[in-house]
């Protein structure tokens, strides 16, 4: 069990997220949608344990927290430490070296579909590369939470089918995958549940399920309308 309670987080006098609380029983996909700037890679962060929370914060995945709990999570928020002269190999290496749990097998499996180049500068790729590799090395450790931040960023559709379809094809089955994304219609058919941003709280927690059972609405629908109640009917 994955769960995330008591979250709170802020920048100076600014609260980022306030009183976040959620739990996940793999395997999950977890959509986490919100307007920019509402604290969707910050919560991401927190997870990785990349910042800390405020007091009282409690992260766990079946009893680990801390350490224990950040090796297992997959998250990569950028590539910007890379050395302008560093090949995707070297990248390679570098995440061989990092972390037990990176599968080779996987590695290999993924990259026929997405066709990196390994010997190309991570300095010359284009967006759309950039997040294919950021995607890849994401996906390739075993890990028990992955995280993947506007995977689609930059990319066609052709490539976002792709990276969907290797998604649920390469992920351990006993995962939990959060994704946060502008492109609500691509994910909907892959995605199980849905976590909903707005001014710091989550304002919807609801399964993709439940949400087309008892709204009769499509995911985008249903986040559009949430978005204009929430704004007293005003549309942004």
């Not at 600014?14 to 919560?43: H, M, R, W, Y």
């Not at 927290?65 to 950028?78: D, R, T």
């Not at 439940?210 to 629908?221: F, G």
């Amino acid at each position: 069990m994955f769960k995330v309670a008591g979250l709170n987080y802020a920048r100076g006098r600014c609260s980022v997220l306030q009183d976040i609380n959620f739990e996940s029983d793999a395997p999950e996909i977890i959509g986490v949608l919100g307007e920019n700037g509402v604290g969707k890679t910050t919560l991401m962060r927190l997870i990785a344990g990349a910042v800390m929370p405020k007091k009282g914060a409690s992260i766990t995945l079946d009893g680990l927290a801390g350490y224990a709990l950040k090796s297992a999570v997959a998250f990569i928020p950028n590539l910007n430490w890379v050395r302008k002269r560093d090949t995707i190999a070297e990248v390679l290496d570098f995440y061989r070296a990092g972390y037990p749990d990176f599968n080779q097998e996987r590695w290999n499996e993924v990259n026929k579909t997405l066709r990196l180049n390994e010997q190309d500068q991570v300095s010359a790729l284009s967006k759309g590369m950039l997040e294919r590799l950021i995607f890849a090395l994401t996906v390739s450790r075993d890990a028990k939470v992955f995280m993947l931040d506007e995977p689609f960023s930059g990319v066609d559709v052709l490539t976002r089918r792709k990276l969907l379809q290797t998604l649920i094809q390469w992920v351990p089955e006993d995962a939990t995958i959060l994704m946060s994304t502008h492109e609500i219609a691509e994910i909907e058919p892959v995605i199980d549940r849905v976590l909903i941003l707005k001014d710091a709280h989550i304002i919807v927690d609801q399964t993709i399920d439940d949400i087309r059972d008892n709204e009769h609405m499509t995911l985008e629908q249903y986040y559009v309308q949430r978005y204009v109640e929430d704004n007293w009917g005003i549309e942004l």
